[in-house]
Each structure stands twice: as C-alpha cells, then as structure tokens.
C-alpha cells in the first residue's frame, strides 16, 4: 500500500509539473523570437534568415521539441480526467492532440534545429544551401505533414470545450485555457500573438499543476482552486 501511495503520488506530482512548465516553457520560446513588436507573416526565406545564427532561438526550439512529452503527459491527464464525464470529447480531442505533439517534434526538428548544424558553416556554404533549406521550409514532399500540427491546439481545444462544459476545470480557468490553445499556433511572424496565447495558458494550468501535486495520492477528485 506503501509502494502504490508513493507511485500515485509520483504520478500526480509528475503531471503536475507538466502542467507548470509547458506554458512556461512556451512563453520563453515564443519571447525570445525576434521582431515581436514588428508583426507581419514570414515567408520561407524569411524563416531561414531568422534563425540563422541566432542561439537563443534554436535554444527555445530544442526546449518546445523536449515539451512534447508534457504536451503528451497533460492530453493524457485530461482524458483520464475526462473519462467519466465526457468520455468521447476527452478521448478524441487527447488522441488529436497526442499525435500533434509528436508532428510538432518532428516540425521543430526538421525545420528549426537542423539550422544550429549550418551555424557553422562559412557563408558562402551556407548560401550554397538555400534552395535545399527553400524546399524543405516550403514542406515539400514528405514535409507537407508538419501541417499536421494543427491537430495539437485543435485537440486541446476540444478538450478544453469538454472540461468547460462538465466543470471539470473552474470557468475561469477553462476559458483561457481554450483561448490560449486557439491562438497559440497563429503562423510565423506574429509571434506577439503566440506569446500572449502561452502566457493565458501558463496563467489557467500553473495554478492547475501546482494544487495537483498537493493532491492527496488516494483523491481522484478533480483539484479546485
């Protein structure tokens, strides 16, 4: 009995911390973007230009290609949360999720990190690149499923609905969570959007995390605040 308490509340301080870091997480990746307060879309082109040389990006990029696993962990935590009350919209909405976290690993991995590869290539290497780093940030081929990513806020927003709907998370809470979740993947280039999504998300699930690892291992019930 012991061991079971100790493994429970491993489990709830676990995905607690998931729910604490993941916006975190987002809010650095998307504030350390360049040009927050010069919004506009970004071709190709521009894309590869931005990360170019810049650190401190492709750093936010390798801490959003790890957060998969807490994206991961929290869908999973919300269909079990959800499994008695709204047990489709749970389902669905995690599995939607689930597989967009894992095509923005494979985004993040594809387009973002291989550009920390070139940073050390001379110039006129890296210039000799362009057309291949062209065609692989216009998602040709095979690429074209990294706009499975889409799957990621669309399935976070169906759970979102459904923990509003059964009050499984306080409305407040709720709300900016499905805000957050909507606007989070806005395209490059205004990421002053994207950051103010992850900040709405931190705000609704920290609080979430932090009263779920003070659970009691032996109550199921949903954590209130």
Known sequence: MNENKILQKGK???????????PLIFV?????????????????????????QNGLLQFGHLLVTLCTVLLIASALHFMKL???????????????AIFGAVILAADKG?????????????????????????????????LVMLWGIVLLPLGFAIQALALIRTRSLPRWQGIMFLVGVLFVGTPDGVEIVNLSASILMAIA??????KLMKESPMDNSVPRL
């Open 12 to 22: 709830r301080v676990g995905t607690g911390l998931a729910f604490v870091f993941f």
């Open 82 to 96: 959800l499994e008695r009350s709204a047990a489709w919209a749970g389902t669905i909405g995690g599995m939607l």
């Open 110 to 142: 594809a387009l973002c990190l291989t550009m920390s590869a070139l940073d050390g290539l001379p110039e006129s290497q890296f210039s000799q690149m362009l057309p291949g780093l062209l065609a692989m940030f216009s998602k040709q081929g095979w």
């Open 205 to 210: 699930l920290i609080p979430y995390g932090a």
């Open 28 to 52: 650095f990746a998307f504030a350390v973007h360049p040009g927050l307060l010069n919004p506009h879309f970004l071709g190709p082109e521009e894309l590869i230009q931005r990360a170019h």
